[in-house]
DNA sequence: AACATGTTCATAT
DNA sequence: TGAACATGTT
């Protein structure tokens, strides 16, 4: 459920995305709500009890579209109930089972619509069919992780330790949590709702400007969260407004209190504090160290033991089974797979050429192809997607993904079974005390088709390497797993962007280097948002797109879609077309597109940014990592090496001469930009790691307008957020609203968890913040 | 007037 | 299931 109304709270800083902009690199997947339409789709069987292939197919289908947009999903499914929320799941299964029965009732009835829309709400996916998926992503090598507990905080957990570098998910509690970058309402072309930490100083609707993580988290659970009901008449915007003022929780709910105007349960600030140390503490799997680790570092004054509510600690090795789908998550339980009904009827008749369907999961493991071969050969896919999608889900990937030039940035692959015995197993909960409480009645941990998969799988000696690579790659500055968790450190962030704007330029200047009509704006602004005109992407794409409906007559597009065409001939050039990612037959051979279509060809830049990147990307640079770095600078904090200074504020900002370059601007966020620029100004030196050279050609390549390629009007990006506000906001003197002269004490407040982090993550960078304060 | 809360509608499957 | 709308309360 997360917290109710804060999607629009913070609308003004969400910005419309592509998920193709990430491609070549790994996406945590909140695994129950992406696939949660595919459990609709099957709701009747499952509420029959019936094993079923249906959900376990939709699964794969979203898996292959997520590698058709170039990225690694990483699943992470939910897993056993926390003690908060131990009565609200309780009180749901009792509404599902409830409806179940209805519609089961209505079934009989021969109401078959009625049934399904009743059973709909009875949807339970049990960890078997999750683990049915499971051997599947096994097979298709994709990385999944079961939670301890809830995937939430371990999306982010991930997402803190470099293993993913955004989440896919509809949940707001993941921002709660502290999630860097979300990505929602992903639909099926691709398209999506980016919403970054880091620009929640710049939100309109409400003042977050110097807020630290612990405040936005108190305000989220003072309006009611999942693990605490809200006061009456406790909203976001009350509790915003009495963060802001009180600062504190122990304050706001003393304030409460004393004006009578709330009905404050006596025992609320307790409960307020065990849901907070539930967002904070709770148990999560490290997949470095092999075991439960806590969310958040706990300082040494807190004792994880004495909070129940958290979860119990799992044993590691019982933690590893459940983490690989061996256990039931909730009984501890071995689970037993019995083989799914039917083989894959899509599979079947999209692929009726190729081999004989395997008749079951452990057979099929035996077979080294992927699904994905079964798609070879099929021509109906749209136009430019060809290109990428091909490097990515190329059968070959098994043994040699890195060779197409299509190499997942992150790509930990993390399977505790696999390399279990490992010495530094017994880092992860170290610290810790062991509680046996779930009996250590496994009878063997490792099940029988995971040895199978360890013993026949090609795949799985394949990505076994790459993992290691991958771990070594992805995780060094992360290193010790968990104990820098610094996510927060928020204000110097801020104070940065500030900093390196206000240093140089006066607030004018600064306005006129982004309001300027100078930057060729000369098209014609669409609606009148006020705070359209501040951003160059849209220009640039009007620019080069002076229609998009018609965007096909161009000569350049003409070009495009003529070769798009003779590949694809089933498709129109319709723009939705374009960007769809069609399930069924998505697939073409990598050879017809390197054919086909230039590496770089420019013509391309303008409207098919997507085929034109990753084309130009695959054979100039190669691998994946260039091109995401040098296309989606806002991503920098992902690679390894910069990922350090991710809890740096804006370390994001420093960056490499391309940020100041308008082709790559739009692939930031206007705020990101501004940072850009501001830095680029004042000639930070910034991440020398980031001065990875790149193609010459690139900026011509239409990077630009990737982003921004509007599928209809209404998806054109409209910058979410107000430059002129930012300014304002971070202006020294002047925003009513700046947290900033009390955020030391919050600092105080939220430091047991961040102290040491922030301090080590700030290595010898200081951050003046005085200059932000209150004259 | 602003906000919290309850209801209905649309959408996708 | 979420988003838009309508209502009730301060």
Not at 14 to 25: F, S
Not at 36 to 43: E, Q, W, Y
Request: aromatic share 6%.
């Amino acid at each position: 459920m997360g917290i109710q109304g804060l999607l629009p709270l913070l609308k003004s800083i969400q910005r419309p995305t592509d998920l193709k902009k990430y491609a070549g690199e790994t996406l945590g997947v909140d695994a129950y709500v992406w696939l949660h339409r595919g459990a609709v789709s099957c709701a009747i069987e499952l509420a029959q009890g019936k094993p079923t292939r249906k959900y376990v197919d939709f699964a794969m289908s979203r898996v292959r579209m997520a590698r058709h947009f170039g990225i690694t999903p990483y699943l992470v499914f939910d897993g056993g109930y926390l003690p908060s929320k131990a009565i609200t799941e309780t009180s749901r299964r009792k509404r599902r089972d409830e409806c179940k029965k209805v519609g089961l009732e209505l079934l009989k009835a021969g109401k078959p619509s009625q049934a399904h829309a009743e059973l709909q709400k009875a949807i339970d996916v049990t960890p078997e069919m999750a683990r049915h998926l499971m051997e599947e992503l096994k097979k298709a090598d994709v990385p999944y992780l079961v939670a301890p507990y809830e995937a939430d905080p371990q999306l982010v957990y991930l997402e803190r330790q470099g293993h993913i570098s955004g989440i896919i998910s509809e949940d707001s509690d993941l921002l709660v949590f502290g999630a860097k970058r979300l990505l929602t309402k992903l639909d099926q072309y691709g398209k999506c709702i980016e919403i970054n930490r880091r620009d929640f100083c710049a939100c309109r609707e409400v003042s977050l400007t110097g807020w630290t993580d612990a405040q936005f988290r108190q305000m989220a659970i003072f309006s009611g969260c999942d693990y605490l009901d809200s006061i009456n008449n406790m909203g976001l915007k009350t509790s915003h407004r009495m963060m802001r003022k009180h600062k504190t929780p122990e304050r706001v709910v003393r304030m409460l209190q004393f004006d009578g105007k709330y009905r404050v349960p006596a025992d609320y600030l307790t409960l307020f504090q065990q849901a907070e140390q539930t967002f904070l503490y709770q148990w999560v799997f490290c997949p470095k160290t092999k075991g439960l680790v806590n969310f958040t570092v706990p300082s040494p004054e807190v004792k994880v033991d004495e909070l129940p509510f958290i979860g119990s600690f799992i044993e590691p090795e019982v933690a590893r089974g459940i983490a690989t789908g061996d256990l039931n998550p909730i009984s501890k339980q071995k689970i037993v797979l019995d083989t799914l009904p039917s083989p894959r009827k899509r599979t079947a008749s999209v692929a009726a050429h190729v081999a004989p369907q395997p008749r079951t999961i452990r057979e099929t493991q035996a077979q080294k192809k992927p699904i994905d071969s079964y798609f070879k050969g099929h021509r109906r896919i749209p136009l430019g997607e060809m290109a990428p999608n091909c490097f990515v889900v190329d059968p070959a990937r098994l043994s040699n993904m890195t060779d197409n030039g299509n190499r997942s940035i992150v790509y930990p692959l993390p399977r505790p079974y696999i390399a279990e015995s490992g010495p530094g197993s017994s880092t992860g909960p170290r610290t810790y005390i062991n509680r046996p409480e779930s009996s250590p009645r496994i009878l063997r941990r490792r099940t029988e088709p995971v040895t199978h998969l360890l013993s026949d799988g090609g795949h799985s000696l394949a990505s076994e390497p790459r993992r290691q690579t991958m771990g070594s790659d992805t995780c060094p500055p992360n290193n010790s797993d968990g104990s820098e968790i610094a996510s927060l450190v928020r204000p110097p962030k801020k104070a940065r962007l500030c900093d390196d704007a206000s240093s140089g330029l006066s607030p004018s200047k600064r306005r006129s280097k982004f309001f300027s009509p100078g930057n060729a704006k000369g098209k014609a602004i669409k609606k009148g948002e006020g705070y359209l005109k501040s951003d160059d992407s849209i220009e640039d794409v009007l620019k080069d797109l002076p229609d998009f409906d018609g965007w096909g007559l161009t000569v350049k597009g003409q070009k495009e879609v003529a070769v798009y065409q003779e590949t694809q001939p089933t498709n129109t050039d319709n723009t939705k077309d374009d960007e769809k990612y069609v399930e069924s037959g998505p697939y073409q051979s990598p050879i017809s597109i390197h054919d086909i279509v230039p590496p770089n060809t420019p013509s391309i830049a303008d409207r098919f940014a997507y085929t034109s990147s990753a084309t130009s990307s695959s054979s100039t640079s190669g691998p994946g990592r260039s091109r995401t770095s040098s296309g989606r600078s806002s991503l920098s904090e992902l690679t390894p090496a910069s990922s350090v200074t991710s809890s740096t504020p804006f370390s994001s900002y420093t960056q490499p001469s391309t940020a100041k370059t308008t082709p790559a601007t739009p692939r930031m966020t206007p705020l990101q930009r501004l940072g850009a620029q501001a830095l680029g100004r004042s000639k930070q030196p910034s991440t020398p790691t980031f001065a990875v050279p790149r193609p010459p050609k690139r900026p011509s390549l239409g990077r630009p307008s990737l982003d921004s390629i509007p599928v209809n009007p209404a998806f054109v990006p409209l910058p979410p957020v107000d430059l002129a506000e930012v300014e304002a906001l971070h202006d020294p003197i002047g925003s009513e609203d700046l947290m900033v002269p009390d955020s030391e004490s919050d600092e105080a407040v939220e430091g047991q968890e961040n102290l040491g982090s922030s301090k080590g993550a700030m290595g010898g960078k200081k951050i003046d913040l005085s200059r932000f304060r209150f004259a």
